[in-house]
């Protein structure tokens, strides 16, 4: 689909093992913080928040940790499963603003 | 309950013509949010609705673009005299309120100009 790219950061994993996805962002002043899994042809769909006073937070199988130090945000799945194959994308806020500031995205490949 | 519904979801246009994007946020939601997303990046936004009102349109093109979101009915995006630059994902989040809030999206509309 046109919403995934030839060009973008393709991270590789087999069926079962776990996966990390990482993303810098670069203002201080970014508050909320969303991960998005988007399949070929699809919109985005919301996995798992986390807002900048926490830095852990957990859901089914994913967990998203925050280091407000070093500006980084990363995206555990746990077990991963063919069905996890998609662009994966951080987006932010900035002074809880409404307006969602997309990272460029990760290919996740699940390999069987 | 629905998602965020668009339609439609695919619409070939010719240069010059006009492209027409419809939105029906979730049930419940009162906030709007159109982002355009080019081929190998990311979603960007353009423009942000309440009901009968634009709050922020600051990352909609000043010229051939606008949008609507009626007290009635879905919000529209509008392109008028479409060129093939246009040509893109456009994709309609809601949400209930608006700041820190998650924003649900749509499944898209893809535009292809010809």
């Known amino acids: 689909g046109e919403s995934v790219g030839l060009h973008l950061p393709t991270l590789s994993v087999q069926e079962g093992d776990n996966s990390i996805i990482n993303c810098a962002y670069s203002n201080s002043a970014s508050d909320y913080f969303i991960w998005y899994k988007q399949e070929s042809g699809k919109g985005p769909q919301f996995i798992i928040d986390i807002r900048s006073n926490m830095d852990k937070r957990q859901g089914q199988r994913v967990t998203v940790l925050l280091n407000k130090t070093v500006k980084h945000l990363s995206l555990q799945i746990a077990a991963t499963q063919p069905g996890d194959s998609a662009v994966y994308f951080c987006a932010e806020t900035v002074d809880s603003s409404y307006k969602l500031i997309f990272g460029s995205g990760t290919r996740l490949l699940v390999r069987p | 309950n629905a998602g965020v519904m668009q339609n439609p979801r695919h619409l070939v246009r010719r240069r010059g013509q006009e492209a027409r994007l419809r939105c029906s946020p979730m049930?419940?939601?009162?906030?709007v949010y159109w982002y355009r997303q080019l081929p190998e990046e990311g979603l960007k936004f353009m423009v942000y609705l309440q009901k009968e009102n634009i709050i922020d349109e600051s990352g909609m093109p000043k010229e051939r673009f606008s949008a609507e979101f009626p007290k009635e009915g879905p919000s529209i995006l509008r392109i008028q005299q479409v060129v093939r630059g246009d040509s893109a994902a456009y994709f309609c989040?809601?949400?209930?309120?608006?700041?820190?809030?998650?924003?649900?999206f749509g499944p898209g509309t893809r535009l292809l100009v010809l």
């Open positions: 989040a809601s949400s209930p309120r608006g700041r820190g809030e998650t924003q649900y």
């Open positions: 049930k419940g939601h009162s906030h």
